[in-house]
T-cell receptor, first 113, second 110 residues
Framework: NAGVTQTPKFQVLKTGQSMTLQCAQD?????MSWYRQDPGMGLRLIHY???????DQGEVPNGYNVSRSTTEDFPLRLLSAAPSQTSVYFC????????????FGQGTRLTVV | KQEVTQIPAALSVPEGENLVLNCSFT??????LQWFRQDPGKGLTSLLL?????REQTSGRLNASLDKSSGRSTLYIAASQPGDSATYLC?????????FGTGTRLQVFP
């Protein structure tokens, strides 16, 4: 099984550029989420989705958009990249939210210059 | 607001030692708690999941306990090995969100 797949693994953007981080899972999981990981701050939730067509904001949603048109895919869009968005981004999925474990992708390391 | 704290932030031990990593959380209204391992430059790997109704879970040399009323969990690693070197993260599942601690960076030297 592929599990949770994130692309790209590395990306360098210039300030003001936009891009989409891709996340796909092949486990038929309902719940998907995006986190960013910064030194000394742990993982912080950006956006999450409890199923196709449903998304909600996490702790740090500003500057990011998401959509969930299919169960498998949950892309994260940076609208106008800023240096403060330099981080490692992780996508996660789980079958549900209440009683099941979360599976994580390998991450996307983003640098905004 | 749920906050998760992990102590210590870093730990360096000789091979063979038994060790305990601590995780505390401020709001006891959780669905479950999960321990993860993260190797440098990699994603997170789930180690143990404890439901709110459970007291502990075991997997091989790992044992995790949960005291929901006091807002604490511990991860016990028996007979540590150099291959256990990694960052260990705990996360509580609270209101459809996983809230993470900042992790304990463990180094086990031969």
């Amino acid at each position: 099984n592929a599990g949770v797949t994130q692309t790209p693994k590395f990306q360098v953007l210039k300030t003001g550029q936009s891009m989409t981080l891709q996340c796909a899972q092949d486990m038929n999981h309902e719940y998907m989420s995006w986190y960013r990981q910064d030194p000394g701050m742990g993982l912080r939730l950006i956006h999450y989705s409890v199923g196709a067509g449903i998304t909600d904001q996490g702790e740090v949603p500003n500057g990011y958009n998401v959509s969930r048109s299919t169960t498998e895919d949950f892309p994260l869009r940076l609208l106008s990249a800023a240096p403060s968005q330099t981080s490692v981004y992780f996508c996660a999925s789980s079958y549900g939210t209440l009683y099941t474990e979360a599976f994580f992708g390998q991450g996307t390391r983003l640098t905004v210059v | 607001k749920q906050e998760v704290t992990q102590i210590p932030a870093a730990l360096s031990v000789p091979e063979g030692e038994n060790l305990v990593l601590n995780c505390s959380f401020t709001d006891s209204a959780i669905y479950n708690l999960q321990w993860f391992r993260q190797d440098p430059g990699k994603g997170l790997t789930s180690l143990l999941l404890i439901q709110s109704s459970q007291r502990e879970q075991t997997s091989g040399r790992l044992n995790a306990s949960l005291d929901k009323s006091s807002g604490r969990s511990t991860l016990y690693i028996a007979a540590s090995q150099p291959g256990d070197s990694a960052t260990y993260l705990c996360a509580v599942n609270s209101a459809d969100k996983l809230i993470f601690g900042t992790g304990t960076r463990l180094q086990v030297f031969p």
